[in-house]
């Protein structure tokens, strides 16, 4: 069965330092997302992506967060300046253009100290 | 703005017994989802149901969507132990690769 990968599974940062999340979502779907978990708390929305350009972003997607499909096949999510309070974990998924449901990656934990 | 509350916020059960969660939400909506969480693990998609939809079955879920009461329910029969996790129900409002809007979920414990 077609999976959302992401890389790394885990990682760690330090305060203020630029990371980059990857994801490889299915080949076939058109939509792509990223969500984010605080731990103990609701999965959050951050951003959609369809078209090679952003669909809509929420309120912590603010400047310091920017997505990239560089090559058409993965699908990044930048944080230039990493906060305390960014330490989540960060889901990836996509939709296809012809179904409801959606994918999720098995996500990305970052920590940043 | 949308919202999903599930109730309740933990349940424990003994293995074989039913487990029912419920999920509420505020604002008219697509389509309902329910995914299961692992502590610490990816979010895997269990069943969708559309608004226009009352009842769906896969396996040993049955999920219901009542749109007047604006709320679902999510049985699990038969409990494993394997089917401890979190459920969270998820709400999207419009078209296909809208957002969306995640509940807080419910932790399931089975007891062996």
């Known amino acids: 069965e077609p999976e959302v990968t992401q890389t790394p599974s885990h990682q760690v940062t330090q305060m203020g330092q630029e990371v980059i999340l990857r994801c490889v979502p299915i080949?076939?779907?058109?939509?792509f997302y990223w969500y984010r978990q605080i731990l103990g708390q609701k999965v959050e929305f951050l951003v959609s992506?369809?078209?090679?350009?952003?669909?809509?972003k929420s309120e912590i997607f603010d400047d310091q967060f920017s997505v990239e499909r560089p090559d058409g096949s993965n699908f990044t999510l930048k944080i230039r300046s990493t906060k305390l309070e960014d330490s989540a974990m960060y889901f990836c998924?996509?939709?296809?253009?012809?179904?409801?449901?959606?994918?999720f990656g098995s996500g990305t934990r970052l920590t940043v100290v | 703005s949308q919202q999903g509350e599930e109730d309740p916020q933990a349940l424990s059960i003994q293995e074989g017994e039913n487990a029912t969660m419920n999920c509420s939400y505020k604002?008219?909506?697509?389509?309902l989802q329910w995914y299961r969480q692992n502590s610490g693990r990816g979010l895997v998609h269990l069943i969708l149901?559309?608004?226009?939809?009352r009842e769906k079955h896969s396996g040993r879920l049955r999920v219901t969507l009542d749109t007047s009461k604006k709320s679902s329910s999510l049985l699990i029969t038969a409990s494993r132990a394997a089917d401890t996790a979190s459920y969270f129900c998820?709400?999207?409002?419009?078209?296909?690769?809208?957002?969306?809007?995640f509940g807080t979920g419910t932790r399931l414990t089975i007891i062996p």
């Open positions: 149901i559309r608004s226009n939809e």
């Open positions: 080949s076939n779907h058109l939509y």
């Open positions: 604002t008219s909506i697509n389509n």
């Open positions: 992506f369809y078209n090679n350009e952003i669909s809509e």
């Open positions: 998924a996509s939709s296809a253009r012809d179904s409801y449901g959606y994918t």
């Open positions: 998820a709400t999207d409002a419009q078209l296909k690769g809208e957002k969306l809007t």
